[in-house]
Antibody
Framework: QVHLVQSGAEVKKPGASVKVSCKASEYTFNDYYMHWVRQAPGQGLEWMGW????????KTAQKFRGRVTMTRDTSTNTAYMDLTSLRSDDTAVYYC???????????????WGQGTLVTVSS | DIQMTQSPATLSASVGDRVSITCRASQSVSNWLAWYQQKPGKAPKVLIY???TLQSGVPSRFSGSGSGTEFTLAINSLQPDDFATYYC?????????FGQGTKVDIK
């Protein structure tokens, strides 16, 4: 059974950075795009970007460009999302999610991490 | 960005009802559309992908239809476990975008 296990909750001050990890198991990590999605309290879902674990290539939504860096470590099957210059409106649950179709970038997300709450507060 | 608009925002229904949720895209997304169910404190769960394909393990009372700009998620004979929030997502355009959600609650 595919598992995506994320790092624990974080509390950060405005202006700081946070790095969220997502460890994958029970499938070939390199074969499936990994996406990052966030959800502010009581709000909807917002797609942030993807990483191709095989090549390391990334694509980030314009809104987050310059503040988000997505990386991976293929030796540990772990994806990372680094968000800098945190603001109060970055307070959200951050999810990693696997693209369902290994042969296409255009696919729904079939497995999700449990979510990581990042709270930004002075 | 492609805007996804769901209706209604809230839907009150009873166990056994058939319910439908609509999702409209601001431009064609072909059939690159998914539906997710989310319960409080949990990650979303995919129900339907490619507009009408049922994800493995999802009960057959869920169905999806549509293409282009208008899509529907139907739930036949609503069960207690189905009270949740539902989101549509388009994954054709960049950035991928979600609808604002439809909360299905108990009448």
């Amino acid at each position: 059974q595919v598992h995506l296990v994320q790092s624990g909750a974080e509390v950060k001050k405005p202006g700081a950075s946070v790095k969220v990890s997502c460890k994958a198991s029970e499938y070939t990590f390199n074969d499936y795009y990994m996406h990052w999605v966030r959800q502010a309290p009581g709000q909807g879902l917002e797609w942030m970007g993807w990483i191709n674990p095989d090549s390391g290539g990334t694509k980030t939504a314009q809104k987050f460009r310059g503040r988000v860096t997505m990386t991976r470590d293929t030796s540990t099957n772990t994806a990372y999302m680094d968000l800098t210059s945190l603001r109060s409106d970055d307070t959200a649950v951050y999810y990693c999610a696997r693209g369902r179709d290994s042969s296409s970038l255009y696919s729904a997300f079939d497995y999700w991490g449990q979510g990581t709450l990042v709270t930004v507060s002075s | 960005d492609i805007q996804m608009t769901q209706s209604p925002a809230t839907l009150s229904a009873s166990v056994g009802d058939r319910v439908s949720i609509t999702c409209r895209a601001s431009q064609s997304v072909s059939n690159w559309l998914a539906w997710y169910q989310q319960k409080p404190g949990k990650a979303p769960k995919v129900l339907i992908y490619d507009a009408s394909t049922l994800q493995s393990g999802v009960p057959s009372r869920f169905s999806g239809s549509g293409s282009g700009t208008e899509f529907t998620l139907a739930i036949n004979s609503l069960q207690p476990d189905d009270f949740a929030t539902y989101y549509c997502q388009q994954y054709q355009g960049f950035p991928q975008t979600f609808g604002q959600g439809t909360k299905v609650d108990i009448k």
